[in-house]
């Protein structure tokens, strides 16, 4: 199993868990976490990810 990581817009979390991502770390405390928070993923095959339309 391979686990992908990537940062998502705290806006575009919602999309990203129905799709499969789970939170790794909201990043708390610091100014990053403001904005974005650590997804992962981790299956056998490619990340999925929503498409980029969705994203503002």
Do not use: N
Not at 30 to 40: E, F, I, N, Q, S
Request: proline letters at 9%; aromatic letters at 8%.
């Amino acid at each position: 199993m391979i686990a992908w990581t990537r940062y998502v817009l705290q806006a575009m979390r919602p999309a990203d868990e129905a799709l499969g991502w789970v939170l790794s770390d909201d990043m708390a405390g610091t100014p990053h976490g403001h904005y974005a928070v650590l997804m992962l993923w981790a299956d056998d095959g490619e990340p999925v990810e929503p498409s980029k339309e969705a994203h503002p």
